[in-house]
């Protein structure tokens, strides 16, 4: 069942035009599908994605997820990092000398970064999907358009949540401009 994406009118930010590309926004209403119980307050409304996220909403909910995954899920700025980087510790025996050979976003992609950002080069669904072993996958997308198997499968879901008002904040310093 393909993701519904409303247009939102286009914003503009002076002339840059880069920049801009991340003023256009669609609304992505809710899908019809049964959802776990914990899941019901999980689901931002109206939820607000990047327009390119319509292009990509298929591939990311028909992601093939294994039952040895690992999701970290977490709204932006709210330790993502240290969980992604705690977690991948504990499930490699504190490999110390490993986590420093392998960068972050390589040990541990972010499935949505080609469906939200203009500067990702890559296919991140690709780039999880070809993960070998035990897979480590991050996400900020609200659990309606997280991966359909994630409810059937069942693989590990680490979610790390923030004061809200903390979260707020620290999105508007790395946001705004010198």
Known sequence: MPIVCENIPRITY????IFNRFLDFKR???LA????PCTANWQMKPCLLP???????????????RKDDVF????????TTWTQ???WMIGNDLDFERGRKIPLPERFPQIELSSVAVISKTNSVRQCDDLKGRRYIKSHLPAH???TEIWTVKPKVVYCTRNPKDAAISNYHRWKTP
Not at 72 to 79: D, N, W, Y
């Open 85 to 87: 980087e705690m977690v």
């Open 51 to 65: 327009a390119m996220y319509s292009e990509w909403a298929d591939d990311i909910l028909n992601f093939k997820v």
């Open 145 to 147: 358009l997280l991966p």
């Open 33 to 36: 599908r049964p959802l776990e």
């Open 28 to 30: 992505v209403l809710p």
């Open 14 to 17: 002076g002339k840059s035009l």
């Open 72 to 79: 970290v899920v977490t709204f932006p700025k709210c330790g």
